[in-house]
Structures are given as structure tokens and as C-alpha cells.
């Protein structure tokens, strides 16, 4: 649902020039359904954002954190994505790139 793909930054929308493309005026990350589904499978999430983001490189004390947090978040257990989905993407996202073996590109 391309509703729930499209965010500015991290969490918010960030845009002020007028253009009919959102796209021109929007700075952010575009989550495919792909990387939505993973929400559901906190493990998997974190395990790509680790792979993605920090190169496999968080220790498995700080994965098991952010694993409980997302755990810790509202679950969406309908069969289409809603926003449950993309905030548990967006947390995960951020706990992993906010921590010193995250915020070092590899």
C-alpha cells in the first residue's frame, strides 16, 4: 500500500516547495513491501537492518534489545500493511543507525 511507503526522514514529512511530484519536495526513505513484511518478524527486521546498515557488526546484546522493542510495539495482524507496520519498521530503523556500530557506514 503505497500509503504507508512514502516518509520523510525517519518519522516525519518534510516538504515546501509545490510541485504535483511528491517526490521533488520530499526528503526521506521509501520502505518497499518487502521490508514491511519484515516487521512482523522482528528477528528478520533487525537482522537486515544489522546486515544492511551496520555491516553485521552490532553485538548480539544490542540486536536482542532492539528485538524486544519492536516486540514491545502494537503488532498488525491484518493481512494488508497499516501503520503498526511501518512504525515498527521506523523504530527499528532508527535504534539500529542511533548506536555507535549503526551510525558508522561500512
Known amino acids: 500500500n503505497s500509503n504507508f511507503t512514502q516518509l520523510g ?4 514529512t518534510f516538504g515546501g516547495a509545490t510541485t504535483a511530484n511528491p ?10 513491501n518487502a521490508t514491511l513484511a519484515l516487521a512482523r518478524n522482528p528477528q528478520a527486521l533487525v537482522d537486515q537492518f ?9 553485538p548480539k546484546a ?3 534489545r532492539i528485538v524486544t522493542a ?5 503488532a498488525n495482524t491484518a493481512t494488508t500493511f497499516n ?11 532508527y535504534l539500529t543507525v542511533s548506536i555507535p556500530q549503526g551510525a ?3
Open 70 to 74: 519492536v516486540n514491545a510495539m502494537h
Open 62 to 64: 544490542i540486536t536482542d
Open 83 to 93: 501503520t503498526n507496520d511501518l512504525e515498527r519498521v521506523r523504530s527499528a530503523f
Open 104 to 106: 558508522i557506514q561500512k
Open 50 to 58: 544489522n546486515l544492511v546498515l551496520a555491516g553485521g557488526a552490532l
Open 23 to 32: 517526490f521533488e519536495t520530499t526528503v526521506g526513505f521509501n520502505w518497499d
Open 9 to 12: 526522514f525517519v518519522a516525519g
